[in-house]
C-alpha cells in the first residue's frame, strides 16, 4: 500500500513538474513552430536576414548594400587584429587557437569551472589581461572588428549552442529566457512583444525582425551607428541589447554583465541550427 | 463692524506671513530631504529586481529626474526639486512593481 502510494505520489510530482517547466529542447521547438507558422514562406536560414526575412521592399535595399559591402573594411581591421602578436610576443592564435573559422560557433557557452556564461568578447578580453594588453572597449571599435572577422570566417557554419544538463546552467539559460518574455521599463514592453507577437510589422518605419535568427549575424554593421559621435557603424549583440532596452525606457544593463550573458545565451539557443552570416549590414 | 473684519482679515494676513514666508525656505528643505531619501530608496529597491527605468538617473537619459532633482535643490530651487522627485519615485514604485508582476513571464504559445 504503501509503496503504490509513494509511487502515485511521485508520478503526479513529475506530472506537474514537467507541466510547469519546459526543457531548452521543448522551448526550442514551441519556438521554431510559432515562427514557421507566422512566417510559411520563410526558410529557415533566411530568418538570419532579420527584417529584410520578412519585408520584400526593404530586402531590395538591402541586397543591394550587400553588394559592395560596407562592413568589408572592418572585417580586413580585424583579420589584422588577430595577426598582429601581443607585446609578449604571443597572439590571440596563442588564446583561441590557430584556427580563426573555428572560434566564433563555440560562443556563447556555459563554463562549468566559473559557473558562467562565456561569450566571445569575454575571453576576447580575458585573452587580452592574461597577456597583458589593454582590453577592448565591450560595445564598439576593436571588439566589434576582431569579431567581424572570426563571424566571416565562420560563415555557413550552424549555430550550435549546448546547455548543459548542470541545475546551474539551467538555472542561467531560464534568468535569460525571463529576461526575454519579462515587459519592462516606461513602455512595459518585452523583447517577445515586438520580435514575437509583433514581429513582421512596422513600426517607425521599421519592420520588426523576428527573434529567430536574431543573433547570426552579429557583430553587425549599422547605417544609425555610423553617424557622427555614434562610432564607425560596428557593434557588438551587448550594443543591440542595450539599445532595445532603452527604447521601451528601461535602463540598459551593463554590456558583457550578467543579464545580457544570459540573454545571449537563451537567445542565441533559440536560433541553434541556424548558418552564421556575419558581420551583417542593417539600416 | 467692517472695521473688525477688515482688522481680523488684516491680522490672519499677517499671521499666515508670518507662519509661512520665513519658515518657507526651513521646511521646503526638510521636505526635500525627507522626500530624497525615500526617493532614493525606492529606486535601490526598483534597480535590485532589474526594475529600474530608463530616465531615473541612467546617465545616458536626457531627463535624469533622480540626478536633476539633486541640482535643482543645490540652486534652492525647492519646488521644482519636489517635482522631479515625485516623477522619479512614481517611476521607481512602478518599475519595481512591474518586475514583481512579471515574475513568473514565459511564452504565451
Redesign the interface.
Known amino acids: 500500500m504503501k509503496k503504490t502510494l509513494t509511487l502515485l505520489l511521485s508520478a503526479g510530482l513529475v506530472a506537474t513538474a514537467t507541466q510547469a517547466f519546459s526543457s531548452p529542447k521543448e ?1 526550442l521547438e ?2 521554431r513552430t ?1 515562427f514557421e507558422q507566422r512566417f510559411p514562406g520563410v526558410q529557415l536560414n533566411d530568418f538570419g536576414n532579420g527584417p529584410y526575412a520578412l519585408d520584400a521592399s526593404k530586402r531590395l535595399q538591402w541586397e543591394s548594400m550587400e553588394e559592395f559591402p560596407p562592413y568589408e573594411e572592418y572585417v580586413d581591421k580585424g583579420r589584422e587584429i588577430w595577426e598582429t602578436p601581443f607585446k609578449n610576443g604571443k597572439s590571440f592564435a596563442s588564446c583561441f587557437g590557430k584556427d580563426p573559422s573555428k572560434v566564433r560557433v563555440k560562443y556563447p557557452h556555459w563554463d562549468s569551472k566559473t559557473q558562467q556564461v562565456v561569450t566571445l568578447e569575454g575571453d576576447i578580453n580575458k585573452c587580452l589581461k592574461e597577456n597583458g594588453e589593454k582590453p577592448f572597449g565591450w560595445k564598439k571599435g576593436k571588439i566589434a572588428h576582431l569579431g567581424a572577422y572570426l563571424g566571416y570566417e565562420a560563415r555557413g557554419q550552424k549555430t550550435n549552442v549546448v546547455i548543459p544538463n548542470d541545475p546551474k546552467a539551467l538555472e542561467a539559460y531560464e534568468e535569460g ?2 529576461f526575454f ?6 513602455l ?1 514592453m ?1 523583447c ?1 512583444d515586438c520580435h ?2 509583433y514581429s513582421g510589422q512596422r513600426i517607425r518605419g521599421n519592420t520588426l525582425s523576428a527573434a529567430l535568427g536574431h543573433t547570426t549575424h552579429f557583430p553587425v554593421f549599422r547605417a544609425k551607428w555610423a553617424k557622427k559621435g555614434k562610432g564607425d557603424g560596428l557593434g557588438t549583440l551587448h550594443r543591440r541589447y542595450g539599445g532595445c ?2 527604447q521601451v ?5 551593463k554590456a558583457q554583465g550578467k ?1 545580457y550573458r544570459n540573454l545571449e545565451f537563451f537567445h542565441t539557443y533559440m536560433s541553434n541550427g541556424l548558418e552564421i552570416n556575419a558581420p551583417g549590414y542593417r539600416e | 463692524m467692517k472695521k473688525l473684519i477688515t482688522a481680523l482679515g488684516l491680522a490672519l494676513l499677517i499671521a499666515g506671513c508670518n507662519a509661512t514666508t520665513p519658515e518657507k525656505p526651513a521646511s521646503m528643505k526638510a521636505q526635500y530631504e525627507a522626500a530624497l531619501a525615500e526617493t532614493q530608496a525606492a529606486v535601490d529597491k526598483a ?1 535590485s529586481v ?7 538617473r ?1 546617465k ?1 537619459s536626457k531627463k535624469k529626474y533622480l540626478p536633476s532633482a539633486i541640482k535643482a535643490a543645490e540652486a534652492g530651487d525647492y519646488a521644482k526639486a519636489l517635482k522631479l522627485l515625485e516623477i522619479a519615485k512614481f ?1 521607481a514604485e ?2 519595481y512593481k ?2 514583481m508582476a ?1 515574475k513568473n ?5
Not at chain 1, 249 to 253: C, E, H, S, V
Not at chain 2, 50 to 56: A, F, H, L, S
Not at chain 2, 105 to 109: D, I, L
Open positions: 522551448d514551441k519556438f510559432y529566457k525571463h518574455y519579462a515587459k519592462r521599463g516606461q512595459n518585452a517577445a514575437v507577437y532596452n532603452k525606457r528601461a535602463r540598459p544593463f543579464e | 534597480a532589474g526594475g529600474e527605468w530608463r530616465d531615473i541612467w545616458k517611476q512602478a518599475g512591474q518586475a512579471q513571464a514565459g511564452p504565451r504559445f
